[in-house]
């Protein structure tokens, strides 16, 4: 057999699969020519495929010295450097560019190095090269979907694909383009079929299993998206993404173990993942049996997992100069028709005018609300495509003095942006109902029932309480649209006990406590109404546990996701409001008490299981806040059975309520003003 005729054998056991076969012959072969850079190819082309990729590359690197005027080479090189995420993938590709400018695969190679390094107009550029020469390229056409898809151009990505399946509707990869380009242009149900069509492909790519899974989750069918990570996971059980979104599934069908042991399993196998373990502490701060000190450490831990790292960041001073107005910045996804937006707004559009205004917003689409962010603050910056250090660079430049979070430990927060110390003074208000655990943040902001004296130590940062209340409530514009109403119970003839809160705060204590006040007022009725409850299976599931605590289910009134409009009406039908606990309603109270239905709340010992109590305590009403369960029990029962009395507590709390300091922006405006000077001047 000649050289000629082993090489081409060696290829065909390659093509085939059959690698040990293909090994042996370029072994074979090696002994006899030590040096032979196609051999080495297939051995490199060997080793890839089998994942052993530190011996690809050394592989395809020998065929780089032994041939460096093949582009092949140096693109193979590529290829497995792109693998390992490797920066030195750049030059590879372009060292196969000088030798053929028309290489294909080198300017794909090219395109993934500079999407790795951020250089996105680049990383495009170089696709549209690699198009230029071969405008069918499957590969390259699903890189370049995906790259306008990430840098917010959905439609655009759609086009992309749909033009290439028109060619090859048999490639998996582009219907997992479509589907992930129609999942963010929210066409949920058609991003569902593209993922099946993709599995139909392919059953074995977890990846699509996942995006379905995903899809399922934004249209809150929620046993159907946990089902279909749980195949994600089946398929490929390293898939942490998978087993983080399973959490969140089941965290939202109130399953708060089972969510918890995902995240733990998440975090188990890789310590860093930031966002299991962000979703853990949101599950912590639910769970009835996490003691106070149990959820300050678990963020502490959080701290030094995550943040650490930028512990050592120089930290920004105060600029010092005093005929400069004060600068202060606020982060937050959530600048919009959004609990963080609407509480926010009324104190900052009534900041003084002494106080100019940055905001970070990483909210991708505006409404009524954003808008008049836009047009109070003195500063606005859309930090979407920014990396946290370019973030925290932005910050330094525009001379911060005090940097608020409003994010705290929820989805796309910018924590770590804080770990780097990009302001003098740094401080958590409004987004997360807890401590961040940071030790780069300064302060949280609160109010004296919030947080009371005794339970700062459970803080890692130094309590601030502001004069009065910790929030600003404004009514939605159709507000005045939403007609005040007697108690319904005084027509109806029973009452209607609700929660619009969501299922992971429904926890089965809850449930239990709800279901014995049910059976203590045989004739009235329970209203839940949450996103979570559109899902067939997630409701029938929250009725089993209340039918086997006694609760007839024809007494049960279950609602999915609802609009703000029709949460305000909802409440005109409902009596008493049955607060959640540990973690109660902030949002949810809120229009609760604007509308006037009673909350009972009981009175926690975190912030999060405060909020409707400092909301209630603040318009003066105590008789709905209580501090122990039979107590929570008795007065719910009690309230019922009092038709006249409970209607005249509606319009005692309708009026207090908006009459109070929680619905005082000019009040609201002024006291953070006070903190945000003082602060600035304690530090001068």
């Known amino acids: 057999m000649t050289l000629e005729q082993a090489i081409d054998l060696a290829i065909q056991h390659f093509e085939q699969g059959q690698f040990e076969q293909a090994e042996a012959i370029c072994q074979a072969i090696l002994r006899a020519v030590p040096r032979h850079a196609q051999v080495s190819q297939i051995l490199g082309g060997i080793a890839f495929r089998r994942g052993d990729l530190a011996n690809a590359e050394r592989h395809f690197r020998d065929c780089t010295v032994i041939d460096p005027t093949a582009a092949d080479y140096f693109d193979n090189l590529a290829m497995v450097l792109n693998a390992r995420c490797d920066p030195a993938t750049e030059a590879a590709a372009r060292s196969a560019l000088a030798i053929d400018p028309r290489h294909v695969s080198a300017w794909n190679h090219l395109g993934l190095a500079l999407r790795q390094q951020r250089q996105f107009a680049a ?130 069908q109130g399953q708060l173990e089972v969510g918890r042991r ?91 005018k002494d106080i100019e205004t940055f905001c970070y917003s990483d909210r991708p689409h505006a409404d009524e609300i954003t808008r008049r962010f836009r047009t109070a603050s003195s500063r606005w910056r859309d930090t979407r495509l920014h990396s946290d250090e370019e973030l925290a660079e932005l910050i330094r430049q525009d001379g911060i003095d005090v940097l608020i979070d409003l994010a705290g430990h929820t989805g796309q927060h910018r924590l770590l942006v804080f770990a780097r110390r990009p302001a003098a003074i740094q401080a958590t208000w409004i987004g997360y109902p807890g401590t961040t655990g940071l030790a780069a943040m300064d302060f949280i902001i609160a109010d004296r029932v919030l947080i009371p004296d005794e339970q700062r130590a459970f803080y890692s940062e130094e309590v601030v309480w502001l004069d009065g209340p910790w929030v600003c409530v404004e009514p939605p514009a159709f507000a005045d649209d939403v007609e005040s109403s007697d108690s319904p119970c005084l027509i109806k003839g029973y009452a209607t006990f609700g929660s619009f809160n969501k299922l992971d705060k429904t926890t089965p204590q ?59 009406n909802a409440y005109r039908g409902i009596d008493i409001a049955l607060d959640t606990f540990p973690f109660s309603g902030g949002a949810t109270s809120a229009d609760a008490l604007w509308i006037g239905v009673p909350v009972v709340t009981l009175a926690g010992d975190t912030l999060a299981g405060r909020q409707t109590m400092s909301m209630l305590l603040h318009s003066g009403v105590t008789e709905t806040v209580t501090y122990s369960l039979d107590e929570y029990r008795d007065r719910a029962v009690s309230l019922a059975g009092d038709p006249l009395a409970l209607n005249e507590l509606r319009t005692r709390v309708r009026t207090a309520f908006r009459n109070g300091p929680l619905c005082d922006a000019s009040r609201a405006g002024e006291a953070l003003g006070r903190w945000l000077k003082d602060a600035v001047n304690k530090r001068t």
């Not at 959905?154 to 509707?169: G, M, V």
């Not at 912590?284 to 930028?310: F, T």
Request: with cysteine; proline share 5%; aromatic share 6%.
């Open 123 to 252: 990383s495009e550029s170089a696709f549209r090269s690699a198009l230029a020469i071969a405008p069918a390229a499957v590969q390259v056409l699903n890189n370049l979907a995906n790259l306008v898809r990430d840098r917010g151009r959905a439609a655009e990505s759609e086009a992309i694909c749909r033009a290439a399946l028109q060619h090859r509707p048999d490639v998996a990869e582009l219907w997992l383009g479509l589907g992930a380009a129609l999942h963010d242009q929210h066409q949920y149900q058609a991003a569902v079929a593209a993922f099946d069509e993709c599995l139909r492909l392919r059953p074995s790519l977890a990846q699509a299993a996942f995006n379905r899974g995903a899809s399922l989750e934004a249209m809150f069918q929620l046993a159907q998206a946990a089902r279909s990570y749980e195949r994600a996971i089946s398929v490929s059980p390293g898939l942490l993404t998978a087993w983080n979104n399973l959490g969140v599934v089941r965290k939202l």
């Open 262 to 352: 995902c995240f733990e399993h998440a975090l188990q196998s890789k310590s860093d993942y930031m966002v299991a373990h962000t979703n853990l502490l949101a599950t912590l701060q639910c769970d009835p049996e996490v003691a106070p000190e149990e959820l300050l450490e678990a963020h502490r831990e959080w701290d030094r997992r995550h943040a650490a790292p930028w512990s050592g960041s120089e930290h920004s001073r105060l600029h010092g100069d005093s005929t400069r107005p004060l600068r202060v910045g606020f982060v937050s996804p959530d600048f919009g028709n959004h609990p963080v937006g609407r509480f926010l707004i009324p104190a900052f559009e009534h900041l003084p």
């Open 510 to 568: 809850v449930l239990k406590l709800w279901a014995e006040i049910m059976r203590r007022v045989p004739n009235a009725r329970l209203e839940l109404r949450n996103s979570g409850l559109a899902d067939p299976e997630t409701r029938q599931g929250i009725i089993s546990v209340l039918e086997a605590d006694g609760v007839d289910a024809t007494r049960i009134e279950c609602h999915g996701w609802s609009s703000h409009r029709e949460i305000y």
